[in-house]
């Protein structure tokens, strides 16, 4: 990874970025907004945007495009007359029209409010009331007739060309009935750009404010820092509307003219990956499983192994696993939102992928930790990126300082109040350990603590990462507050599920994972010690309310699901216990 001095080279496709020596930070930043004049000044026709549409047609936007779609919808947006810096919408999937239209709010003086497209409808009407939104795009979305009755009557609503039918005003009605906006507008640094809401794994989400100033900083170093430029090439798949995913994706790319791809559907996945042949791969702890345990249905674990020890098929064996997955180009993979196991980071490493784990939040706009290429310590989320200040607070919460620190919480400075320090460190709700080296190492939430009968506390998180281990464990959740002894909540991969319906599957998984809750055991404290495995009939998913939309496990909900049946998983005397 570049150090400082090297931050402060740029390359001669874009203007010059002067960073301060003493922070890393930027001295004069360009705004997103002149970074799109940018590029459709200076190079038109270069590929930006690739959007599928099913039955294999894909539309591009060179970046002429580009600029000429946001000018136009600007103008239909400016013709609304709203009150300067008014609250816009965006609720769909990820499309090349995600992009266009947060542009085109930007650049018609307003602010982007991003939807996660899995809402339920109560929380889509608490997004849009408690923001104040008057217009919504709405996007590509698989469970709209839920979610419309979320949508305030006064809010005007547009659709993109893949919306669920509809009759609101669409994009290309748009785009014919209004001409290009001449005006190339700036935004100033401190004008809010977007009100990004938490996923809210612990409750109601918060409306996080960031401004121009803040993104650009942000997108700049994060590019700067990642060695990102034009020659890359990104896959866009998690939610636009997730803080990462609009860091790395959307503004890195438009700070350094990447294209970008997307996936059009969950089906068509991996032939949208082919066509992508990303060299920058972001995806959760969530995705790199499936990938693995994708792998590993097609070919075993130990078949793999051997083949793998053998010189002359090692390497056919890697590049075949590689094209498959679509990564045999990729060169930066990141991994966030929540830790991945270490069994995970060394079966990729062991094909040759080194997975840098990132560390971020909402309210620092994804801008804080990250692990160095060949300077990883497994474990670890890394050290702090350049501009980020970090220290533990006397109870070891992770306090974090970075260019890219929120405003505030939309309208509630008690809140905003609260999670400052005097000196203006954010405070994560983060549990942490920083080594000699400055690798910090996230131990838990604050907020996941829990208490046993016993009056002993219990972090979940370390449990949880050990019991990961195995290669069909697809989802744990350590629980059991005011239990004598934790209990182990379990997911089964689709392999495994498939398996069991044997009795002889079933019997050696029982032997394994009983092994292996006797190993976990071993190496935690007496009063962290799991009496039992119990493995759940349904999977945590978005739909349920198990997981939040960045597919973070929602322990509240999970608990509160099976709580009536602890004390008798707990007293069942079987190490694994069948829900």
């Known amino acids: 990874m570049p150090t400082n001095e090297a931050l402060a080279k740029r390359s001669s496709a874009s203007p010059a970025l002067t960073l301060s020596p003493q922070i890393g930070l930027p001295v004069e930043i360009q705004l997103p907004l002149e970074k799109l004049y940018y590029w459709e000044k200076n190079c038109p026709d270069k590929l930006y945007l690739t959007q599928p549409y099913g039955d294999n047609k894909v539309v591009e936007y060179h970046w002429q495009r580009v600029a000429d779609e946001v000018r136009r919808v600007a103008s239909y947006l400016k013709s609304l007359r709203l009150e300067p810096g008014t609250s816009i919408g965006i609720l769909s999937k990820n499309c090349a029209h995600w992009i266009l239209s947060d542009l085109a709010i930007w650049m018609a003086g307003h602010v982007t409010v991003p939807l996660y497209p899995t809402l339920t409808a109560d929380s889509v009407n608490q997004v849009l009331e408690g923001s104040r939104c008057k217009v919504l795009f709405v996007g590509k979305l698989d469970d709209w007739e839920f979610m419309r009755v979320g949508v305030p009557e006064q809010v005007r609503c547009l659709s993109y ?119 920058i791969f972001f995806a959760v702890p969530r995705i790199w499983t499936k990938l693995q345990l994708g792998v590993l249905a097609d070919l075993s674990e130990q078949k793999l192994n051997r083949l793998l020890r053998v010189p002359v098929f090692s390497r056919w064996v890697k590049r075949k696993i590689l094209l498959a997955l679509g990564l045999d180009k990729a060169r930066l993979l990141l991994s966030g939102a929540a830790p991945l196991s270490q069994n995970s980071l060394e079966w990729y490493k062991r094909l040759g992928i080194e997975i840098l784990e990132v560390y971020g939040m909402t309210e620092n706009m994804a801008y804080s930790h990250s692990s160095r290429k060949g300077d990883q310590k497994v474990g670890y989320v890394g050290k702090s990126n350049p501009g980020v200040t970090t220290r533990l607070s006397e109870t070891g919460e992770v306090l974090v300082k970075s260019p890219g620190n929120m405003v505030g919480y939309y ?30 190492k996230i131990t838990g939430r604050v907020n996941e603590l829990f208490k046993t009968e016993k009056g002993k506390y219990v972090l979940p998180v ?118």
Not at 223 to 239: H, K, Q, T, V, W
Not at 246 to 270: G, H, N, Q, T
Request: aromatic residues 8%; proline residues 4%; contains cysteine.
């Open 411 to 440: 309208q509630d400075p008690v809140k905003t109040a609260e999670v400052f320090t005097e000196d203006h460190f954010f405070k994560t709700g983060d549990f942490g350990f920083i080594d000699n080296a400055g690798n910090l």
């Open 161 to 279: 060309p893949l919306s669920p039918e509809n009759d609101f005003l669409s994009w290309d009605e748009i785009l014919l009935s209004n001409d290009p906006m001449v005006e190339s507008p700036i935004r100033g640094l401190d004008e809010v750009s977007t009100i990004m809401y938490t996923s809210g794994t612990t409750g109601m989400p918060k409306g996080v404010v960031h401004t121009f100033g803040g993104m650009a900083i942000t997108a700049s170093n994060a590019a700067l820092f990642y060695g990102i430029n034009g020659e890359d090439r990104m896959l866009s798949f998690l939610p636009l509307s997730h803080v990462a995913e609009r860091v790395i994706v959307e503004l890195a790319s438009l700070y350094e003219a990447v294209p970008v791809y997307f996936a059009d559907s969950l089906e068509s996945f991996r032939g949208d990956i082919q066509r992508a042949r990303p060299t």
């Open 462 to 579: 370390p449990i949880e990462d050990k019991m990961l281990c195995h290669d069909h464990v697809e989802q744990v959740c350590v629980t059991g507050a005011n239990l004598s002894q934790p209990i182990c909540l379990l997911n089964l991969s689709l392999v495994a599920q498939e398996r069991i319906l044997k009795a002889e599957y079933k019997e050696l998984l029982i032997k394994e994972l009983s092994s292996l809750l006797e190993q976990v055991n071993s190496q935690i404290e007496k009063h962290e010690r799991i009496t039992c495995l119990v493995i759940t009939k349904e999977d945590w998913t978005v739909g349920n309310g198990c997981l939040t939309p960045t597919l973070k496990l929602k322990r509240n909900a999970i608990d509160k699901k099976y709580c009536d049946l602890f004390e008798t998983w707990s007293a069942s005397g079987e190490s694994v216990v069948w829900e």
